[in-house]
């Protein structure tokens, strides 16, 4: 199956999927995690998974940005929780209106 930006490619490594996030956080986007079981199936709706604030400004009270890492901790925990999903990561750039990156970041793990 081809799915968004990088289909022609074969799979992110760990390192290049951290590479395409963190240039996503630096473009000021706003990332976003989503996963389907079946997504060529006539539920073709993907579901958001939340992204949990990984530190609280002590001297404000509100949440940091989120990091690279602390999304790919998100991704994984994502895959741990749905097995048998196809996980996307993507991100919206606001100026544009549009989403300027999109990956499968994790497909259904083997045998399942």
């Keep these: 199956m081809r799915f968004e930006t990088f289909a022609f490619l074969p799979p992110l490594s760990q390192t290049q999927a951290e590479a395409q996030i963190n240039h996503a956080l630096q473009s000021g986007w706003a990332p976003f995690i989503e996963f389907a079981e079946n997504p060529n199936s006539a539920d073709f709706y993907w579901r958001q998974w939340p992204i949990t604030a990984a530190k609280i400004n002590a001297t404000t009270g509100k949440p940091e940005a989120p990091t690279a890492t602390h999304l790919t ?5 994502c895959a741990r929780r749905n097995p048998y999903a196809f996980i996307r ?4 750039n606001p100026t544009t209106r549009q989403t300027a990156l999109s990956f499968i970041a994790k497909t259904p793990q083997e045998g399942q």
């Design 89 to 92: 990561f993507s991100a919206y």
């Design 73 to 77: 901790n998100q991704i994984e925990s």
